[in-house]
């Protein structure tokens, strides 16, 4: 804790002295329209705060961007307030404004992400009803969707916010945010430390995060978990199918192991996909067993015949995964639309060696 001398003390209590009553008049009538002059001296300044503020946005959310749509969007919802205590530099109330609207941005991120049912939701909202973004913070950091500074800068804010609301002058004096000599200490000091605060990059930064914890960036099907389930096992198993297994190192050797590597694979599918994907994918299973015994015992004919109804039972396969994920139409960043294997090389293989 910084040490504050008798004689700093004694400095900061003449300087609110006079800045408080010698310079302004007691009246309360007198003294409102003090305030109100004061008012009308910091909206003086105006184009200069919005300049600083737009450059601002401007750098990190470029104009006509993707990024700035977002940005656009939700400060409209709900930064009009923190735009007006900008404006009037009220920076005290700011601060609490900004970190009251990113705890709650974060905590109603934790209700979207983590229940996976209606139950599940209610649990949760009860669970955190009474937790601050200092209680939650760390979570974003650990599913990845922040970084190390932006976990800092989450605590900073709320320290400097609690020292605010709290008028705890030491907390606000020696916060990183505010830039000061930590050594004010009147609960009235606050004030004018923090109107000496450009709190314009800390408009840009709290929405940055509130953009990232919200995951309002990300396609809406992860923030559910079933689906996003079935995106993970979809994607990485349609490389397979397509592929009719022949790549697989069972394949190759010939190996009884085969089938109950497919069996595994396709039994994560049952277990979240559709009805009709499921009885798709035992059709499929069915076919391509099959076909893995006709190329075994080198049935040329068959396995053709047999590869000829894959073209079709895949496409069937893939629309239903994509119905599965509620894309309307093919959306190649969630399910990319492979080729059927080329088996005439298989059919090589096998022909020199039944030659043998």
Known sequence: MAKVNSNSKEKEAKQLLTHKIADKP??????????????????KSKEEKISKLTKEIDEKYPPQSTSRGLYDAISAMTFDTVHSLYLLNNNSALIIELQGLLERFCLNALSD??????????????????????????YFKMWNLWDDEDLIFALELTKLRNGIAHKNAEIVSRSKLVNSNGQSRHMESIHTLMAKVDCSVYIVRTMELIIKASGLASPSFIK??????????????????????????????????????INERLAKVYIIGSEELVLQLKKYREKV????????????????????????????????????????????????????????QYLKINKERFRQ
Do not use: C, W
């Open 224 to 261: 559910q978990p079933r689906l996003y389930a079935r995106y993970q096992i979809y994607t990485s198993l349609i490389g397979e199918l397509y592929n009719l297994f022949l790549d697989n190192p069972y394949a190759q050797n010939e190996n009884p192991l085969l089938e109950t590597y």
């Open 113 to 138: 992400l983590l229940p996976i049912n209606d139950i599940a939701r209610s649990i949760i909202e009860d669970a955190f009803d009474k937790k601050t973004l200092k209680d939650i913070a760390e």
């Open 289 to 344: 067993l099959l076909f893995h015994k006709a190329l075994e015992y080198g049935k040329e004919e068959e396995s053709l015949k047999l590869y000829s109804e894959f073209e079709d039972l895949l496409t069937s396969i893939l629309q239903t995964m994509r119905k599965d994920l509620n894309v309307d139409f093919p959306n190649r960043e969630m399910i990319k639309k492979q080729s059927l294997i080329d088996i005439e």
């Open 26 to 43: 007691l009246d309360v009538r007198d003294r409102l329209h003090a305030i109100v002059n004061d008012i009308e001296k910091s909206l």
